[in-house]
Structure formats: structure tokens, C-alpha cells
């Protein structure tokens, strides 16, 4: 009786010991990504990794590149690799999409992109932009998070797409819009902080 009950006291600590060493201190955000992350159509520098910094109070890096296309991220990636103790946000495809790459070619290259990131001390986190018009993005998106089981976070846009006052152009937020685009992704990390 003894024996088992000293086992099971041991296990348990053997399992929140484990537990807490495989936790990652978060200790910034890396925003990567295209035009949506650079905050293409916002005034004053405020995009949605500004306003990330406010909510979070962690220092957030903004590696948007407006026009970039998955490919674009992939050839990129060694910047990236170089952060640590990170979540890094990964939003890529729209592009993609309006330049009609072929979406097999996308999910190739936001896999390459997931893999290399992995192999990292970060979680990375996939961003997808809107799940009604760029439907097949999403669902190739969704199906490469459960896949590679990394947190997914669904259409940043969502909330925001039938408001075009919180737009400054067809695809991409004003300040305001980006604000709320902000606010969503905190929701979704903040567990992680």
C-alpha cells in the first residue's frame, strides 16, 4: 500500500516537474507576414503588432513586408529563426491567392516555413486572414495548424470585414480596424503569456 502511494507521490512530481520545464517564458512577439502585418493602410505606425504591444506590455517585433507571398516568408525565414523565448505569428497566403498561386504550392511553402520554426525554442502561432472569401486559404490553413499542431488563429479579419468604415481599402484596416484585429489576437494569446 505504502509502495504504491510513494510511486504515485513520485509520478506526480516527476509530471509538474516536466510540465514546467517544457513551458517557454514568453518574452516577445514576432509578428511575420505580409502587407496586413506591415499595417499597410494605417496612419502613424499604428498597425496591429503596435497595438499587440500595447494589450501584452511585451516588446513586439513587426516583420510584415507588404506584397510578400508564402514564398516571399520562406526565402525569409533566417530572420526569423534568429528570435527566442518568442510566440511568432504567421500570416501568409492572401497574395498568394491574389496572384493566383496554386494553393498546393502555398501550403508547401507555409510548411516549410511551420517546420523551420519548430524546430525552434518559440511557439508559432497561424494567422489566417478571413474564412468567407478566401475560403479555400482558410481551410487549407486550418487543416496545416491541426496538422502540425500549432495554435490557429482564424480569420483576423473577420470580425471587422463587413465594416468598411474600419478599412482603407478593400482588403486592408485603417488604424481603428487594425486596433480590433489586435484585440483578437491577444484573446487568442494571451493563455500563452
Same mark, same amino acid.
Given at each position: 500500500?505504502?509502495?504504491k502511494?510513494f510511486?504515485?507521490?513520485? /509520478?506526480?512530481?516527476?509530471?509538474?516537474?516536466?510540465?514546467?520545464?517544457?513551458q517557454?517564458?514568453?518574452?516577445?512577439i %514576432?509578428?511575420?507576414?505580409d +502587407?496586413?502585418?506591415?499595417?499597410y493602410? +494605417?496612419s502613424?505606425?499604428n498597425t496591429y503588432?503596435y497595438?499587440l504591444? #500595447?494589450?501584452?506590455n /511585451?516588446? %513586439?517585433?513587426n516583420?510584415g513586408?507588404?506584397?510578400?507571398t508564402?514564398?516571399?516568408g520562406?526565402n525569409?525565414?533566417? &530572420?526569423?529563426?534568429t528570435?527566442? *523565448?518568442s510566440?511568432i505569428l504567421? =500570416?501568409?497566403?492572401? *497574395? &498568394?491567392?491574389?496572384?493566383q498561386?496554386?494553393?498546393s =504550392?502555398?501550403? =508547401?511553402?507555409?510548411?516549410?516555413?511551420i517546420d523551420?520554426?519548430?524546430?525552434?525554442?518559440?511557439? %508559432?502561432v497561424?494567422? +489566417?486572414?478571413? &474564412?468567407?472569401?478566401?475560403k #479555400?486559404?482558410?481551410?487549407?490553413?486550418?487543416?496545416?495548424?491541426?496538422?502540425k499542431?500549432?495554435?490557429f488563429?482564424?480569420?483576423?479579419?473577420?470580425e471587422?470585414?463587413?465594416?468598411?468604415?474600419?478599412? +482603407?481599402?478593400?482588403?486592408?484596416p485603417?488604424?481603428?480596424?487594425?486596433?480590433?484585429?489586435?484585440e483578437?489576437?491577444?484573446?487568442?494569446?494571451k493563455?500563452l /503569456?
Open positions: 500500500m505504502f509502495k502511494f510511486l504515485f507521490l513520485f /509520478l506526480i512530481c516527476m509530471l509538474t516537474s516536466c510540465s514546467k520545464n517544457n517557454i517564458q514568453i518574452n516577445s %514576432v509578428c511575420f507576414g +502587407s496586413l502585418t506591415q499595417g493602410g +494605417s502613424e505606425g503588432p497595438f504591444q #500595447q494589450l501584452t /511585451l516588446p %513586439v517585433v516583420k513586408i507588404n506584397g510578400n508564402s514564398k516571399d520562406l525569409r525565414i533566417d &530572420d526569423i529563426l528570435a527566442q *523565448n510566440i504567421v =500570416e501568409f497566403g492572401a *497574395n &498568394d491567392f491574389f496572384q498561386i496554386p494553393i =504550392e502555398t501550403r =508547401e511553402n507555409m510548411e516549410q516555413i523551420k520554426l519548430k524546430t525552434t525554442d518559440n511557439v %508559432v497561424l494567422v +489566417s486572414i478571413e &474564412d468567407k472569401q478566401l #479555400q486559404l482558410y481551410t487549407m490553413l486550418k487543416s496545416l495548424a491541426k496538422e499542431k500549432v495554435l488563429i482564424n480569420g483576423m479579419l473577420n471587422i470585414w463587413n465594416d468598411r468604415t474600419l478599412f +482603407s481599402d478593400e482588403v486592408h485603417n488604424s481603428k480596424g487594425y486596433k480590433i484585429v489586435a483578437k489576437i491577444y484573446k487568442n494569446i493563455y /503569456l
